[in-house]
């Protein structure tokens, strides 16, 4: 079992910048990877950011060059920087788990909303 928590949500100005986070706890030397995805009202829900346990990463194209996945073993936390924010980046965004098991885990999501 991983528990995820995240947080560091809000509301942010169009070209402005957030860094949200994810807090893993529970069976943490099991996992494999942690990503970030995010739904915004009537879309489905869409992979923003991945990193795997060997800290390789893969974005959306919608987000390269502008938000930047990293993680602190140390924490067993999971951020996404995220910079020139857009209003179309507006949604919740979710952190996944994946374990090498291959069960995977959901935060409860945090609200990131970009307008003036």
């Known amino acids: 079992q991983v528990h995820l928590v995240e947080s560091g949500g809000g509301l942010v100005q169009p070209g402005g910048s957030l860094r949200i986070s994810c807090a893993a706890s529970?069976?943490?030397?099991?996992?494999?990877?942690m990503g970030w995805y995010r739904q915004a009202p009537g879309k489905q829900r869409e992979l923003v950011a991945v990193i795997t346990s060997g800290s390789t990463t893969n974005y959306a194209d919608s987000v390269k060059g502008r938000f930047t996945i990293s993680r602190d073993n140390a924490k067993n936390t999971v951020y996404l920087q995220m910079n020139s924010l857009k209003p179309e980046d507006t949604a919740v965004y979710y952190c996944?788990?994946?374990?090498?098991?291959?069960?995977?885990?959901w935060g409860q999501g945090t609200q990131v909303t970009v307008s003036s």
């Open positions: 529970g069976r943490i030397f099991s996992i494999k990877t």
């Open positions: 996944k788990t994946v374990l090498f098991s291959d069960y995977a885990y």
